[in-house]
């Protein structure tokens, strides 16, 4: 998967999902889009949801 296509995954999973999501690289230099990055991953992106969500979702 690009980086780019990571992040598209990323924003749609924190808007819908209410939670943070990060794009990361694999140690075999696989990208993807995951909940909970492990430690021998790096890190490119952190996505946060908006802050709307949680409102939305406490309703």
Known sequence: MTEERARYYAKKLAFNMGITFYVVRSRGDGIYAVQVPCDDCEILAVVSPPAGVYD????
Do not use: D, E, S
């Not at 939305?56 to 309703?59: D, G, P, S, V």
């Open 56 to 59: 939305r979702q406490a309703a």
